[in-house]
Every structure is written in structure tokens, then in C-alpha cells.
């Protein structure tokens, strides 16, 4: 694990290094301050739940890896309606947070756009890290309750970084 772990590491020290190369890009909209850390870590947990959801299955010998499968399928629809719940929350909240520290915040419809966009796109990555790292650990013979929640919480946080900035940089 201590290889993974040491690459994975240098991957959240590129995620800090992308914050700091857009900066200008978020003190020019303050209120897209309060996204980046929810974005950061909501990717992080929708994945993590699936992972575990699929290692569990895994060991209980119930996981196929099977476009037919309809429970992967009813866990993939529950991620993305808890990822489309959440992302329109953090658009909500982040304008009344941009509203009373700014007096002055970005429309709440390019908010709206802007969360749901990225963290919509998020989810879909996730969802596909969490069943690629829960297929790859089976095939290695690794434990994926020891593998899949490392990997996926930590590529996609560098991820969620990158498509905010990039969806906020089209938008605004």
C-alpha cells in the first residue's frame, strides 16, 4: 500500500498546486470560494460510498460485473440523485453565503450551472473510478475495502478541482 499511498499523495499536491495556479479566477468571484472545498470533498464521498457499497457486494460474492446488473444500477441512479440533491443545495447555500460576505454575489442561475455541471460530472467520474478501482483490486487479488477508498477519494479530489475551475472558467 505504501507505493499507492506515495502516488496518490503527489496527486492531492497537484490538486494545491491547480487551486493556486486559478486563484486569480476565484477572487475575482469570491462566492466560488465556497464551492471549492464541498466540491473537493463531496466527489471524495460519492465515491467512497459506492466503492464500499461494491466491495461489500464483492465479498458477499453478490457483485457482478455486469451491465445487467440492476442493484450496481440502482446504486449508480442513488449516487447521482444524492450528487444532483447535494450539488443544487451547494448552489443554494453558496449565494446566500456570497450574498451576506460579498453583498454582491454571482447569479444564482450561474451558480446553479456551475455546480450542477461540475459536480454532476463528478459523480459520473466517481461512479467510474469506484467500479474501475473495485474491478482492478478483484483482478490483483487486492482487498478493494483496502484499495478502492484511497484511489477513488484521491483522484477525485484533484478532479473536482479541475472540472470547477474549468466549468467556472466557461461560464463566467
Known amino acids: 500500500m505504501f507505493p499507492l499511498l506515495l502516488v496518490l499523495s503527489m496527486l492531492e499536491m497537484g490538486s494545491g498546486y491547480v487551486l493556486e495556479a486559478l486563484e486569480a479566477t476565484y477572487l475575482d ?48 441512479f442513488a449516487i447521482l440523485g444524492l450528487a444532483a440533491t447535494v450539488f443544487t443545495l451547494l448552489a443554494l447555500a453558496a449565494w446566500v453565503i456570497g450574498r451576506f460576505v460579498t453583498g454582491a454575489p454571482m447569479a444564482l442561475s450561474d451558480l446553479l450551472v456551475i455546480s450542477l455541471v461540475s459536480g454532476m460530472s463528478l459523480a459520473v467520474l466517481a461512479i467510474l473510478l469506484s467500479i474501475g478501482a473495485t474491478y482492478v483490486s478483484y483482478r490483483l487479488g487486492l482487498d478493494p475495502d483496502d484499495t478502492t477508498i484511497p484511489v477513488v477519494t484521491n483522484v477525485a479530489d484533484i478532479c473536482g478541482v479541475l472540472i470547477l475551475s474549468g466549468v467556472a472558467i466557461l461560464v463566467l
Open 29 to 76: 468571484n469570491p462566492t466560488l470560494l465556497v464551492l471549492v472545498p464541498v466540491m473537493i470533498g463531496m466527489g471524495g464521498n460519492l465515491g467512497a460510498i459506492l466503492s464500499s457499497r461494491l466491495s461489500t457486494r464483492l465479498h458477499l460474492g453478490l457483485l457482478e460485473f455486469d451491465l445487467r446488473d440492476t442493484v450496481l444500477w440502482t446504486n449508480i
